[in-house]
């Protein structure tokens, strides 16, 4: 079974860059895709980006476009999410995300339609 587990966050000030790591634990085929949400304070667990494991196709929320990046290494089973141009709105828990079936021809931000959740990793962008 794959177990995501993200590392990465800490406390950045606007306008800088961090990257965040998904290892996800465990073979993935090609049908599978990997994903990043984000919760921030007060609100509900919104989607960040995705990208399927056989293709490499991405998706991306409309929010952040343009300045986040994500990307994997098949062999590695690694998710990286590279995070650019950050804002105090970019502040909250990211959560690398899997599911069996990509979302292709489909909609990736929905939750409910993904599998298994690491535990989180806090990022904070404040001056």
């Known amino acids: 079974q794959v177990r995501p587990v993200e590392s990465?966050?800490?406390?950045?000030?606007?306008g800088n860059?961090?990257?965040?790591?998904?290892?996800?634990?465990g073979r993935l085929f090609g049908s599978y895709a990997m994903g990043w949400f984000r919760q921030a304070?007060?609100?509900e667990r919104a989607f960040i980006a995705a990208i399927?494991?056989?293709?490499g196709k991405t998706s991306y929320a409309d929010s952040v476009k343009g300045r986040f990046t994500i990307s994997r290494d098949t062999a590695k089973d690694t998710v990286w999410l590279q995070m650019s141009s950050l804002k105090v709105?970019?502040?909250g828990v990211y959560y690398c995300a899997s599911?069996?079936?990509s979302w292709l021809g489909g909609d990736p931000s929905i939750a409910a339609e993904?599998?298994?959740?690491?535990?989180?990793t806090r990022v904070t962008v404040s001056s």
């Open 8 to 14: 990465g966050g800490g406390l950045v000030q606007p």
């Open 41 to 43: 304070p007060g609100k």
């Open 114 to 120: 993904w599998d298994s959740w690491g535990q989180g």
């Open 89 to 91: 709105e970019d502040t």
């Open 99 to 101: 599911r069996k079936e």
């Open 52 to 55: 399927s494991w056989g293709l």
């Open 17 to 25: 860059s961090l990257r965040l790591t998904c290892s996800v634990g």
